[in-house]
């Protein structure tokens, strides 16, 4: 088991830059991609971005390519997601997300995906 813990969360402008960071604990050596979602209102929950554990190779939503990047710390397993130029569309529960089973590429689909966190708020005002 992996449990995932995100936090960083939290109410900004539109225009500031926001980090939110994962820590994952448990069975950390079997995951292999860690990514982010996010699920605005009334809206199905989305692929930010995500990276590989192995090497670092990172992949992007279209929405937030140039605004967002992700890092891994391996020695403290965590994973951050900066996020700069907020919009108020970037509003949403933002989501850490681990895969356990290996994979060349970085996944963008929820059901690619074995553990979750609770999520954390982030609000964009305009």
């Known amino acids: 088991q992996v449990q995932l813990v995100e936090s960083g969360g939290g109410l900004v402008q539109a225009g500031v830059s926001l980090r939110l960071s994962c820590a994952a604990s448990?069975?950390?050596?079997?995951?292999?991609?860690m990514a982010w979602f996010r699920q605005a209102p009334r809206k199905e929950r989305e692929f930010v971005g995500g990276?590989?554990?192995?090497?670092?190779?990172?992949r992007y939503a279209d929405s937030v390519k140039g605004r967002f990047t992700i890092s891994r710390d391996n020695a403290k397993n965590t994973v951050d997601l900066q996020m700069g130029s907020l919009k108020p569309e970037d509003t949403a529960v933002y989501y850490c997300?681990?895969?356990?089973?290996?994979?060349?590429?970085?996944?963008?689909?929820?059901?690619?995906?074995?553990?979750w966190g609770q999520g954390t708020q982030v609000t964009v005002s305009s």
């Open positions: 997300a681990a895969r356990s089973a290996w994979s060349i590429w970085v996944p963008s689909t929820s059901q690619e995906y074995d553990y």
């Open positions: 448990g069975r950390t050596s079997s995951n292999n991609v």
């Open positions: 990276i590989r554990w192995s090497d670092g190779t990172a």
